[in-house]
């Protein structure tokens, strides 16, 4: 049996509701602009996120010559004319801290742009330590 288009459609019309008709001029100005706020606004965002106070840190490597001492090598990337601060943490096999100690990178006088500091820390611990780390580090008033 063959139907005709026009049956064809009015079949589906009554199954599934008459089809929408096509947005307004005025609809798609309004998409068009939220979309272009919405873009320049990121946009706008990742620009100013760049230009935040940074600083990264890089673990050398640590040593644990007794069960009450603890030491740790780093480097710390910052801008010249920043104060960083930085937690080293010593960790137990439980991953309990043992040692803790926070440490100050001042400006770096003679520097400009871009400066790596690297450091060396001695931890007391209040016992055997498996692990010593950098757990964070901040640029000051950030």
């Given at each position: ?6 049956a ?8 599934y ?6 947005l307004?001029r ?12 919405v873009v ?6 990742f ?10 840190f890089?673990?050398?490597g ?13 480097e ?10 930085c937690t080293?943490?010593a960790?137990d096999d439980?991953f ?14 003679g520097?400009?742009?871009t400066?790596?500091q690297t450091?060396?820390v001695?931890?007391r611990?209040?016992?055997?330590a ?6 964070s580090?901040?640029?000051?008033g950030s």
């Amino acid at each position: 049996m063959t139907q005709s288009p026009g049956a064809a459609a009015s079949r589906y019309t009554q199954r599934y509701g008459a089809q929408r008709g096509r947005l307004s001029r005025r609809a798609v100005a309004l998409i068009v602009a939220a979309t272009l706020v919405v873009v320049v606004a990121g946009v706008a965002l990742f620009a100013w996120s760049g230009n935040a106070k940074t600083v990264t840190f890089r673990d050398v490597g640590f040593t644990t010559p007794d069960a009450w001492h603890a030491t740790e090598n780093f480097e710390v990337t910052k801008e010249a004319s920043q104060t960083a601060y930085c937690t080293v943490k010593a960790l137990d096999d439980s991953f309990g801290v043992v040692g803790w100690k926070q440490l100050t990178f001042g400006p770096s006088s003679g520097s400009s742009g871009t400066v790596t500091q690297t450091g060396h820390v001695d931890l007391r611990t209040e016992s055997q330590a498996v692990s010593v780390a950098i757990d964070s580090c901040w640029i000051a008033g950030s």
